[in-house]
């Protein structure tokens, strides 16, 4: 599986340490908040309010340079529209591996 890297970021920073944490600490903030929403909403099986949750983190899938995992999050947000949740434990894997990189930050 891909890992988690900061390469987007630093590309756009353009070399400003300040903007690249202050975005680093945005993603910190907002990831466990947007994660625990998904989850409750996923096990009350409201596919739609997933579907918008899944919407929401594939952007930060995307920032943190994870193109695969960011292809799975747009199939999985497609499918939870169509009432299946198909690759659930794929984009799931995907939440932890952030999960875990976030914390080693």
């Known amino acids: 599986m891909e ?3 900061l390469s987007y970021i630093h590309s756009m920073s353009g070399g400003d340490i300040a903007f ?3 975005l680093i600490a945005i993603i ?3 990831f466990p908040d947007e994660k625990q929403v998904y989850y409750k909403n996923i096990a ?3 596919y739609p309010l997933t579907a918008e949750n899944v919407h929401k983190l594939k952007h ?3 920032i943190l340079g994870l193109e695969k995992s960011y ?3 747009v199939a999985f947000e ?3 529209l169509e009432g299946s949740t198909e690759l659930q434990d794929d984009f799931e894997s995907i939440l932890i591996t952030i999960t875990n990189y976030l914390q080693q930050l």
């Open 44 to 46: 009350a099986k409201n």
């Open 20 to 22: 690249e944490e202050k």
């Open 28 to 30: 910190k903030a907002e």
């Open 71 to 73: 292809e799975i999050a």
């Open 78 to 80: 497609n499918n939870l």
């Open 60 to 62: 930060k899938i995307s």
């Open 3 to 5: 890992q988690p890297n």
